[in-house]
């Protein structure tokens, strides 16, 4: 749909990740409509643009699912309530009315709806780089902070720089396709899992990869092909050769316009309430990685059970005329023609308006 417009729908999802994604689905049960803005180009938040390689392993009834296979599967699965996608957008301003909200984009689109949720992960995010000079010269090219397409560091000597779980998983699925992996962290504690650490570990006992204690400090080569990383260890500073350098030290969010709404927070997460997930502000609800409550746990899944109940108290608002009636999807007919099992209706992925 073309930017610049102005539309009416039921709610308003601020985000297209994961989350975002399924809370259309809880949505469309209860015949409420949805339109998502989000600043992607496409939907999947970061599993779609930052990890569509990535396996996952925490998704109930899939033992493995990389970002994308998890973003297609969810875009099928909503596919039959028709959401709206505004995407290469961000909401800038927030309008409150009597009994709605107006959401205005950058690109001068105007959403009015009763409800408001807030799936936008962190808020937008982007990388933390490394303190080495001239980093930049090599970016997108030698240097990165993501990975796309893991096929492109095939037979490929790399550099892999971090202590977290994105670290040490990428250097054990890139291990396998790769020349030659060497890992590089300040200290050997990591703050990974612990089977991806002792699994990091093995392969370097077997020499199917390096671990360096250290610093990586400045790069050699011409710009933007690198030849090597230098790294500074307690014995001195080491080259290592290299064609590629994965830097994995985490994302700066920052909230943005969000921060305007004045909603209660606790350490740049939006606090909710555990029934409802609603935040201090009524009709505006968060969900996913952008709220905090206690006993929160940042995870997919969790995030699914949160968009689960906001739907029921989101039709509240929407049809604060009609009753509310739990149903399951395996035993109504009315959910099961909803969902197109009835009628047949294509279960073409869900289309997707552009920016």
């Not at 039709?315 to 509310?324: A, D, N, V």
Request: some cysteine; charged content about 20%.
């Amino acid at each position: 749909m073309p930017a610049g417009q102005t539309h009416q729908t039921d709610v308003i999802i601020i985000g297209a990740g994961p989350v975002g994604l399924f809370a259309v689905f809880e949505l469309g049960l209860l015949n409420l409509k949805c339109h998502l803005i989000d600043v992607l180009d496409k939907p999947g938040g970061q599993c779609a643009e930052l990890y569509p390689e990535k396996p996952i392993y925490d998704i109930p009834a899939f033992p493995v699912v990389s970002g994308q296979e998890l973003t297609d599967n969810l875009m099928a699965q909503i596919a039959p309530f028709d959401p709206v996608f505004h995407l290469g957008q961000t909401a800038t301003r927030f309008e409150k009315g009597d009994d709605e909200w107006t959401v205005v984009t950058d690109a001068g689109t105007r959403i009015t709806a009763p409800v408001v949720v807030l799936a936008a992960g962190g808020g937008t995010f982007q990388p933390k780089k490394p303190p080495i000079k001239g980093i930049e010269a090599f970016e997108s090219a030698s240097v990165f902070y993501a990975v796309k397409h893991m096929q492109d560091f095939a037979n490929k000597d790399l550099v892999i720089a971090g202590g977290g779980d994105s670290a040490l998983d990428w250097c054990l699925n890139l291990q396998p396709m790769a020349r030659s992996v060497t890992l590089v962290h300040r200290r050997p504690d990591f703050r990974a899992a612990p089977d991806s650490v002792s699994k990091m570990f093995a392969l370097v006992e077997a020499g199917k990869m390096r671990f360096v204690q250290g610093q990586a400090t400045g790069f050699e080569g011409e710009a933007p092909n690198l030849t090597g990383v230098n790294i500074k260890t307690p014995e001195g500073v080491e080259h290592v050769p290299a064609d590629a350098f994965l830097a994995f030290f985490g994302l700066t969010m920052k909230m943005g316009p969000l921060e305007a709404l004045g909603l209660e927070m606790e350490n740049g997460l939006f606090a909710v309430d555990t029934e409802k997930f609603e935040t201090t502000t009524p009709r505006i609800f968060a969900i996913g990685d952008i709220c905090t409550y206690p006993g929160k746990l940042k995870l997919i899944l969790s995030g699914f059970h949160e968009g689960a109940l906001m739907a029921q108290q989101a039709f509240r608002y929407c049809r604060p005329g009609e009753r509310l009636r739990f149903q399951y999807t395996t035993s109504s007919s009315e959910l099961q023609t909803r969902l197109g099992v009835r009628d047949e209706k294509s279960k073409s992925p869900a289309s997707i308006s552009p920016a």
